[in-house]
């Protein structure tokens, strides 16, 4: 496996670690298959009662961007009402569920 795929694996996994913590959140990991959708988000669960989709990507990297697919379906989920983002960090994806305030950084 390339180092850039382990590195985004560990993103999830910590991601997965912290919002488990979290009261009234369910999250579960979507795994590429055959059956699956694919381009369909890396991140999927509940948040007191809001479904919502996370995208993963590798942190300062600027070539891991979504693909076309990807960016499609994050907003075919949007448009049913789903909370949706692109997360590069367990910080970023607690910001999108609201569990964190955006923080200032060089980038912004
Ligand atoms: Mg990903």
Excluded: C
Excluded at 51 to 76: A, C, G, W, Y
């Amino acid at each position: 496996m390339k180092h850039q795929a382990v590195l985004e694996k560990a993103i999830v996994t910590r991601i997965i670690k912290t919002l488990k913590n979290k009261p009234h959140v369910v999250v579960r990991k979507r795994h590429g298959t055959a059956m699956g959708m694919a381009g369909d988000p890396d991140l999927y669960g509940t948040i007191n009662g809001r479904h919502f989709e996370i995208e993963v990507k590798r942190p300062n990297d600027s070539s891991s961007q979504l693909t076309e697919l990807q960016t499609q379906r994050l907003m075919e989920w949007k448009a049913a009402g789903a909370i949706t983002g692109v997360a590069r960090s367990v910080e970023e994806a607690l910001v999108i569920l609201g569990l964190a305030r955006p923080v200032e950084t060089e980038e912004s």
